[in-house]
């Protein structure tokens, strides 16, 4: 079992939001990113993060998108798609949106699937 799992959320979300600002992303894109996902809105985000939920209990109340299929590649020299546990390649699959995200890709790339027309029209 990973430390990972009973890892706050809210204590790994600053690195994120460090991640993606320091190329020159915002925190309402890292915020998409995760809602994509994770299927939460805005205030449950913000819940999540208030409480301290640990990874293993934020994504136990997630509805991981139909289309996180979809994110596939390479995160910590481990392909995602590979990934076994169900909880790692949640957090795995988080891990490479971010990464993504944080290299410049367009956000309508990074949310596959429909949501990703529906983000690049608005």
Not at 49 to 63: C, I, K, N, V
Not at 67 to 90: N, S, W
Not at 97 to 105: H, T
Request: charged residues 30%; hydrophobic residues 45%.
């Amino acid at each position: 079992m990973s430390r990972i799992f009973d890892t706050a959320f809210s204590a790994v979300y600053p690195l994120y939001l460090a991640k993606v600002e320091r190329k020159g992303r915002t925190k309402e894109d890292l915020d998409a990113v995760i809602t994509w996902l994770t299927g939460f809105d805005d205030a449950a985000l913000e819940r999540h993060l208030a409480e301290g939920t640990t990874f293993r209990a934020f994504f136990d109340e997630a509805t991981l998108n139909p289309h996180a299929d979809l994110v596939t590649g390479v995160v910590c020299g481990i392909r995602v798609e590979q990934i076994e546990d169900p909880l790692m390649y949640r957090i795995r699959v988080l891990d490479k949106l971010v990464d993504e995200l944080a290299k410049g890709r367009p956000l309508a790339k990074v949310l596959r699937g429909p949501a990703a027309t529906a983000a690049s029209a608005g």
